[in-house]
């Protein structure tokens, strides 16, 4: 099957630091990108839909100034963490998928730890 | 809006054992439905998935599940659990508006005991 690769897998930073997560499909282009994030122990929560060359659509109560979702191409898209704090430490997993109706795939996930 | 029901958050069987885990949908027309299988500290691999056609689908790993629209219901089954299929199991519904955005169930944890 397709391949998304996410990176880090893991990152600690300091708190009031940025962070930035890339997720890229590897071996196929993928008009959308999803973000995802995962409370210990419980489902995950879409953040934003990222398709490419446009903006990011953001779910109800995610802060677009603080999670900043970049899709410059059809193989890479990125999140970035500003200004971190602690209760921003969760597990970030990234999906891609290549169209309408079409399976996504996922990435690894990043565990950020934000101290 | 769609959502998605999953019953059991946690359930154990023997290893060889038949598994069944319980997933319901909510939504207005015919759903995309998937389950996804997610070991600790990974990313989710899909294992199945429905979008039209024969109502009973295989994936991998020896799973299958069954769309059945009456019940808005898509259950997850295996006749004979392994000891590696120990994990979270996510099912989810994707639909055709909103970008194709996927909504998931809150997961089940399996556990296999041998």
Known sequence: GAVVSQHPSRVICKSGTSVKIECRSLDFQATTMFWYRQFPKQSLMLMATSNEGSKATYEQGVEKDKFLINHASLTLSTLTVTSAHPEDSSFYICSARTGVGTEAFFGQGTRLTVV | ?114
């Open chain 2, 1 to 114: 809006a769609q959502s998605v029901t999953q019953p059991d958050i946690h359930i154990t069987v023997s290893e060889g054992a038949s598994l069944e885990l319980r997933c319901n949908y909510s939504y207005g027309a015919t759903p995309y439905l998937f389950w996804y299988v997610q070991s600790p500290g990974q990313g989710l691999q899909l294992l199945l998935k429905y979008f039209s056609g024969d109502t009973l689908v295989q994936g991998i790993k020896g799973f299958e599940a069954e769309f059945k629209r009456s019940q808005s219901s898509f259950n997850l089954r295996k006749p004979s659990v392994h000891w590696s299929d120990a994990a979270e199991y996510f099912c989810a519904v994707g639909v055709t508006g909103g970008g194709n955005k996927l909504t998931f169930g809150t997961g089940t944890q399996l556990k296999v005991e041998l």
